[in-house]
């Protein structure tokens, strides 16, 4: 059993997910403003068009000029343009609306035994943060969705300037959660990002790998976490 100082979180799909996929999410908007798209078309297009504006303006376009807020309006316009929408009008009131509507708590769902797992860790006296790529609406997500307060940070990579797997948004986090390297865990679903970036900087790391997710790179099975709450048999307090 590792003993810690500080727990440092992803926060997508790691404790919370979209209640249901992009594109039915997005279609669903457009059929309420009068709109007939394909979820299965809206859903390729966003992956195309996020894949491409990530390319091009990484980090939510941090350092090119570009608010996260305008990153964003303009991935939701393109992925309905590539669906076949061309009224601008009905494009700029639709990004407007979906911006503003994944901050709601209604837009997200908590992993299962996420609030426990939480909870439980701030009773036994661990140091709490968050560490995500995401941008400046975090705060006000966690807020809405009532797991704001089991934290003592909330670092999103528009904030820090660096975006997991830089081991910079890490370094952040250690100095923010008073902690050495070997002092700290972080917990999160990606393996590249979560797992193996916090490794490379010397902290501890768990992988959240539900069972029937399927196979990815080998990882220790004591650095597995078939659910939030088996992290609670792996870590004790420093």
């Known amino acids: 059993m590792l003993r810690l100082r500080l727990l440092?979180?992803?926060?997508?799909?790691?404790l919370l997910r979209l209640r249901q996929p992009v594109g039915q999410g997005y279609a669903a908007e457009a059929r309420a403003q009068g709109l007939q798209v394909q979820p299965e078309a809206?859903?390729?297009?966003?992956?195309?068009?996020?894949?491409?504006?990530?390319?091009?303006?990484?980090?939510y376009g941090h350092g090119h000029g570009l608010s996260s807020r305008q990153w964003w309006l303009d991935v939701i316009k393109q992925s309905f343009r590539l669906s076949g929408v061309q009224d601008e009008a009905?494009?700029?009131?639709?990004?407007?609306?979906?911006?503003?509507?994944?901050?709601?708590p209604h837009t997200w769902e908590m992993l299962p035994g996420a609030a426990e797992t939480?909870?439980?860790?701030?009773?036994?006296?661990?140091?709490?943060?968050v560490v995500s790529n995401f941008d400046s609406r975090l705060e006000a997500i966690l807020?809405?969705?009532?797991?704001?307060?089991?934290?003592?940070?909330?670092l999103t990579s528009e904030a820090a300037g660096f975006a997991k797997p830089d081991g910079r948004i890490f370094e952040q986090a250690l100095r923010l959660g008073g902690a050495r390297p070997e002092q700290a865990a972080h917990i999160g679903d990606d393996y590249s990002r979560d797992?193996?970036?916090?490794?490379?900087?010397?902290?501890?790391?768990?992988?959240?790998?539900?069972?029937?997710?399927?196979?990815?790179?080998?990882?220790?099975?004591?650095?597995?976490?078939?659910?939030?709450?088996?992290?609670?048999?792996r870590v004790k307090v420093e």
Request: hydrophobic content about 35%.
């Open 143 to 154: 807020s809405q969705c009532n797991l704001r307060h089991h934290f003592e940070f909330v």
């Open 90 to 104: 009905a494009l700029t009131k639709l990004a407007e609306k979906l911006y503003r509507d994944y901050c709601s």
């Open 118 to 129: 939480l909870s439980r860790c701030r009773q036994l006296g661990f140091r709490m943060g």
């Open 195 to 233: 797992y193996r970036a916090a490794r490379a900087v010397g902290m501890h790391s768990f992988l959240l790998r539900p069972a029937g997710q399927g196979q990815g790179p080998e990882v220790p099975p004591e650095h597995v976490l078939p659910t939030l709450s088996h992290l609670l048999a």
């Open 42 to 59: 809206l859903g390729r297009s966003f992956r195309e068009v996020y894949g491409a504006q990530s390319r091009h303006f990484p980090n």
């Open 8 to 14: 440092t979180w992803d926060v997508k799909d790691t």
